[in-house]
């Protein structure tokens, strides 16, 4: 809106006017929006949510140590929400397809933990919807995405080839062409690029979804994959270090920036209420919002494969239940102590603030790594 009205209306009787053209100053904007956003709005939110007595329902087989977060106000990602959408609409160039995308990706998937987390209250048991149901909804999700990716693709807006980490040439297309121009191999076309978006974006939200175990765990590793992405959306959207770096440089990626940053901002004010000991959690509507989010720039960006060492801790989670009960199918024996294998570490004797600490460290030594792949090519 502040872009339409002051650049683009108002920019002709006042040449300062100018400044918002430049999408790093509506990044910062957009930032510190989103911020102020969070601390000023948190403290009502919370109020809000002890008043109603919508609160965290623990894990009966958790650390015992977690028991007393019992009643802490859940569903904060209402406020994350918030704090990213308003910033977006306010300094965003709102006619780029690429914004209302990712908009999409965090409402629809915000949506679906949204659903799960009222399920929880109204049930009061930390089981929400079931397996089935919630990965129903978030393919639903996805799909939702990708027909709006191949509306953008026909429109010249997005291409379905992608980058690769440490290969130059090889830009794979993620669409499977019809075979000899045979009608009947028209679906087909269009199996592979729907698969892998699934995988990515269910992906995402998900890993995000079992990191968010401890105290700010889950929204500091966002601050810090947030920030990967904003400097990745620059890169992008810029002509001279997209052509030096080799980037797909897709149209609006600069834009993508202001919402990239209004991402940061936002989890930077919630971790704010969100640190050890917590005022509030994040709930499902944070963590699926936000990972879906996280995947749906990625896919913009076509940076699919780098996204997996961006948020590393979050890859690293989701593995860590993924083996733990495969191998208890399988073998009837555990390899951890207990998954997400944050809880693994609780169990060794670690202290929750010294788990959240390490961890994001190593959540930061991934994503600097992940852009120093840009030019290891």
């Known amino acids: 809106m502040f872009y339409w009205l002051f650049y683009e209306k108002l920019f002709h009787f006042y040449t300062p006017f100018r400044l918002f053209q430049y999408s790093t100053v509506r990044t910062a904007m957009a930032s510190i929006t989103a911020f102020l956003l969070s601390i000023v709005l948190g403290p009502w939110l919370i109020a809000r949510l002890r008043q109603y007595q919508i609160g965290q329902h623990i894990r009966e087989d958790g650390p015992q140590s977690h028991q007393k977060k019992a009643g802490t106000p859940t569903m904060g990602g209402l406020l994350i929400c918030l704090s990213i959408v308003v910033p977006t609409l306010l300094w965003a160039n709102l006619k780029v ?49 990708g027909v709006l990716l191949l509306g953008m693709n026909a429109r010249g807006g997005y291409s379905t080839s992608m980058n690769v980490p440490f290969a130059k040439n090889f830009k794979p297309d993620l669409l499977i062409h019809p075979w000899l121009h ?23 939200s998900d890993a995000v979804n079992l990191t968010d175990g401890l105290d700010g765990l889950a929204i500091g590793l966002m601050i810090i994959a947030a920030g990967a992405m904003t400097v990745l959306s620059f890169l992008s959207g810029n002509a001279d270090f997209s052509r030096y770096l080799d980037l797909a440089r897709t149209p609006g990626a600069s834009e993508l920036t202001i919402y990239c940053g209004a991402m940061t901002g936002a989890a930077l004010g ?70 997400p294998i944050h809880h693994h570490f609780e169990h060794l004797g670690w202290a929750e603030s010294k788990v959240i600490t390490r961890f994001w460290i190593a959540g930061l030594i991934m994503a600097l790594f992940a852009l120093t792949t840009l030019k290891l090519r």
């Open 270 to 339: 919630f971790l704010w209420y969100n640190a050890h000991p917590a005022e509030i959690f994040m709930g499902d509507v944070g963590s699926l919002a936000l990972g879906g989010s996280l995947g749906t720039v990625a896919v913009l960006l076509k940076q699919e494969l780098l996204l997996p060492f961006i948020g590393g801790v979050y890859v690293l989670e989701a593995v860590s239940v993924i083996l733990q009960v495969g191998s208890y199918k399988l073998r009837k024996k555990r390899i951890f102590k207990m998954a």
């Open 97 to 145: 397809p690429s914004i209302w995308v990712a908009l999409t990706g965090l409402v629809s998937f915000g949506a679906v933990g949204l659903l799960d987390d009222y399920l929880k209250i109204r049930r009061r048991h930390n089981q929400g919807l079931t397996v089935a149901q919630k990965f129903t909804l978030e393919i639903m999700a996805a799909l939702l995405i």
């Open 182 to 204: 045979n009608p009947w191999t028209y679906p087909l076309a269009f199996v592979g690029f729907f698969v892998f978006l699934i995988l990515v974006l269910v992906g995402s």
